[in-house]
């Protein structure tokens, strides 16, 4: 399974991203999807997952503001983030559970200016 994660920029606070993690492989469907974030100086941390069977579930610290959804056709998972704020400023990363295994995109940079 590879993952390829885009759609990080410069955003102002208060603003919007939508980023995209396209994965391959062809056992999307059958795999749980995540969201993590590391911003300077922290240890990642957990954003959001939606699993397989479409369940979805958020950090205190973002939720309300993000929605996270997949796309099995397209094999993609999205994290649309509204009302961004400096804090929100990290390297985000998709994240596959597939068959017991952990898989890792490369990480997309989202940074919010206040």
């Known amino acids: 399974v590879q993952l390829q994660a885009s759609g990080g920029g410069l955003v102002q606070a208060g603003g919007s991203l939508r980023l995209s993690c396209a994965a391959s492989?062809?056992?999307?469907?059958?795999?749980?999807t995540g969201w993590y974030r590391q911003a300077p100086g922290k240890q990642r941390e957990w954003v959001a997952t939606?699993?397989?069977?479409?369940?979805?579930n958020y950090a205190d610290s973002v939720k309300g503001r993000f929605t996270i959804s997949r796309n099995n056709v397209k094999e993609t998972v999205y994290l649309q983030m509204n009302s961004l704020r400096p804090e929100d400023t990290a390297v985000y990363y998709c994240?596959?559970?597939?068959?017991?295994?952990?898989?890792w995109g490369q990480g997309t940079l989202v940074t919010v200016s206040s």
């Open positions: 994240n596959s559970l597939t068959f017991g295994r952990e898989y």
């Open positions: 939606a699993t397989r069977d479409l369940t979805t």
């Open positions: 492989g062809n056992v999307f469907s059958l795999s749980d």
